[in-house]
């Protein structure tokens, strides 16, 4: 199994910055890739950024040119470096783990670190 550790959430103004970390533990090894996800209230959940084992990244339209997903293999951790927030960012950030098609489960959840921009 894997397990997820998020951190770096919390209050900020609108142009202002933050960065959130997830920290993976457990059966890493069958990683293939990571990424963020947001729920804001009343919403469905969003993919917001993922990177793949071998880099590859992908943004959705609303953060491209805003955020940066990284990932520091040596300390299995992914960064969301978020940068000029808007209000409309405000949501619970979630990280996920993927495996390949053929685990069970598949896909692994952090706990949640809630956003507020504020404007």
């Known amino acids: 199994q894997v397990q997820l550790v998020e951190s770096g959430g919390g209050l900020v103004q609108a142009g202002g910055s933050l960065r959130l970390s997830c920290a993976a533990s457990g059966i890493i090894s069958s990683i293939n890739a990571m990424g963020w996800h947001r729920q804001a209230p009343g919403k469905q959940r969003e993919l917001v950024a993922s990177i793949t084992t071998g880099g590859t990244t992908t943004y959705a339209d609303s953060v491209k040119g805003r955020f940066t997903i990284s990932r520091d293999n040596a300390k299995n951790t992914v960064y969301l470096q978020m940068n000029s927030l808007k209000p409309e960012d405000t949501a619970v950030y979630y990280c996920?783990?993927?495996?390949?098609?053929?685990?069970?489960?598949?896909?692994?959840w952090g706990q949640g670190t809630q956003v507020t921009v504020s404007s």
């Open positions: 996920n783990a993927n495996r390949p098609i053929y685990y069970n489960p598949r896909v692994f």
